[in-house]
Each structure stands twice: as structure tokens, then as C-alpha cells.
């Protein structure tokens, strides 16, 4: 088991009657990607900024590096980089002038350093283009240049992919991969994007309504989810009639696109095709399944699926 580098114990966060965080136990380990999934306004980002020493918290307490960061926050920084929400760049200044002013306040005249990390990004070191004309993922594209441009052995991104299009959000899916898995950094990213943190995260914790109500690796989430027969039939009707009479009535749902899901693995598929081909009804596509991330985030904290209930 790699060693935790961050590690929150009862971390809360209260702005007056509302509580923003809620007594999180969040646990990070030594070069992995620790996915932070989320709805909008689930305590992702008040989070990020306990970790880094930018709020105070309520209550609990936020390690990084196995030091508390409101008492050694002076020796904790400079291990680590961050992007939440947007720095506070210059308008009038291109994205290299921003980045150079940066690293001359940090006591640094790189000039090779910050075309690196701007090729890192995708962004063009000689662009003539000044900050105010950035497009919304140019400037995440910036940020997240500044937020590694000293080499951090620890990366914390808020959202890091938005804004981006399709292409983008690949370029810098690979792009955090690759800082992870060539250079052994630790990242630990939000996002309300299911699909991203799926492709990107060893470890995943879901955040709702300021609660951490679920944290594993990708392969325990893998055991916990539902298995289903995901099954396409010429007659709905009839198939659920040969549920109920003759399988005892399992669970089961119509999917918006028209399938059942069946959430009964003791069922012989063999058999129950052939039970329906004897019924006369037609089987277009059968198979075992897996519950996706989304199914299952939606499923723990309470949310509603786009599916129809037939049964429970």
C-alpha cells in the first residue's frame, strides 16, 4: 500500500447555518490520481482550499505530507501546485509574460522552464495573444501551467478539464496521466464529469452535500457495483410476464433507450433466452453487465435515474 500524503480527519467547513464540508476522512496516496466526484456545490472545492491553507476549517483537521497545513502551511507549499478557479493573471499580458512576472516573484528567471510547461499544456510560447482574449480552456490551460511550472511533487486541480472541448479534454486527460504515471506525482483532481474520473482515477471519493459518502479504488467501486442482464426484446410486455410468473418477480427497469436490466445475477441467461424464444418473443441483444459510475453515483447519494421502475 503506497503511503498517504494527504489525509483529512473530520475536516468541516460552516458558513453560518450551512455546512459546506462535513467531516470528511479523505486519504491520498503517494503517486496516484485520486479522483474527487462531485455535483456542483458539494464541498469539492471548500475542500481543495482547507488543503491548501487558503480557509480556515470549522472543525477536523487537513495533513499534507504528514504535517498539519494551518501550522506548517510556509514549509508545505512549495511540494505543492495548485489550479483553483482561475489565478490572478494579468489581462493586458500574454500567457508567457504572466508566467515569467510568476517566476520572477518566486525568485526565478527560467525562460526555458516556462516554454516547457506552456508546450506541456498545449499553449504556444511566442503567442502574441494577450490574457483577456484567452478562450475559457486557454486560461485553464495557464492555470494549470503556473499551477506545475516549479516541479510540485503534489498537483491539486479544481475542474482542470473545464471549459475544454472534446479534443482538449483528452489532451489534458493524457497529459495528467503522464505526470502521474512518468513523473510520480500525486494529484488529486475534482470534477462533476462521471466519465472523466473514471478514465483518469485510481482512487475515487464521492462528495454529496458536503459528506464523503463513498471513497475506494476503482477496482473495489468495480466489486461494488450492480450486475445486471441488459436484454433488448420484440415484446416488453410479454418478457415481464415471464418474469413475474416464472423467475419470482427480481428487479428489474426499462432504460430511456428502451432495454430491460434485470438485477438478478442468479438468473441462467442460456435458459431464460431459451424461455423466451419459447414464449414466441424475440430476442434482438442479450448480456451481463456492469452498473457505470454514474449509475452507481446516482444510485449512493439518492439521486434519480433517467430509467423507468417497473418493479422493485
Do not use: W
Amino acid at each position: 500500500m503506497s503511503e498517504t500524503v494527504i489525509e483529512t480527519t473530520g475536516l468541516t467547513k460552516v458558513y453560518g447555518s450551512h455546512i459546506s464540508v462535513d467531516h470528511i476522512n479523505l486519504h491520498v496516496r503517494r503517486g496516484t490520481i485520486y479522483g474527487l466526484l462531485g455535483r456542483n456545490g458539494a464541498g469539492k472545492t471548500t475542500t481543495m482550499k482547507m488543503l491548501l491553507g487558503l480557509i480556515k476549517p470549522t472543525d477536523g483537521q487537513a495533513c499534507v505530507l504528514g504535517k498539519d497545513i494551518q501550522k506548517e502551511r510556509k514549509k508545505i507549499l512549495p511540494h505543492i501546485g495548485a489550479s483553483i478557479e482561475t489565478p490572478g493573471f494579468y489581462a493586458n499580458l500574454t500567457g508567457k509574460e504572466n508566467l515569467q512576472i510568476f517566476s520572477e516573484y518566486a525568485g526565478r528567471k527560467d525562460n526555458v522552464e516556462i516554454e516547457s510547461v506552456l508546450e506541456q499544456v498545449g499553449l504556444p510560447y511566442r503567442d502574441k495573444k494577450i490574457f483577456s482574449q484567452y478562450s475559457l480552456g486557454m486560461k485553464q490551460r495557464l492555470a494549470i501551467a503556473y499551477a506545475i511550472m516549479h516541479d510540485p511533487d503534489i498537483l491539486i486541480l479544481d475542474e482542470p478539464t473545464n471549459g475544454l472541448d472534446p479534443i482538449g479534454i483528452s489532451e489534458m486527460r493524457a497529459f495528467i496521466k503522464r505526470l502521474c504515471d512518468e513523473q510520480g506525482k500525486t494529484i488529486l483532481i475534482s470534477s462533476h464529469i462521471l466519465q472523466e474520473i473514471e478514465m483518469l482515477a485510481d482512487d475515487i471519493g464521492i462528495i454529496d452535500q458536503g459528506k464523503l459518502i463513498e471513497e475506494s479504488s476503482k477496482d473495489e467501486l468495480s466489486v461494488k457495483r450492480e450486475k445486471y442482464i441488459k436484454i433488448k426484446v420484440t415484446d416488453t410486455d410479454g418478457i415481464v410476464k415471464i418474469l413475474r410468473n416464472q423467475y419470482q418477480s427480481p428487479r428489474y427497469k426499462l432504460s430511456a433507450k428502451g432495454e430491460l436490466l434485470i438485477y438478478d445475477s442468479k438468473i441462467n441467461i442460456e435458459e431464460f433466452i431459451r424461455d423466451l424464444v419459447m414464449a414466441g418473443i424475440g430476442v434482438r441483444e442479450a448480456g451481463f453487465k456492469e452498473e457505470n459510475l454514474e449509475s452507481y453515483f446516482i444510485r449512493v447519494t439518492g439521486g434519480v435515474d433517467i430509467g423507468q421502475d417497473f418493479h422493485e
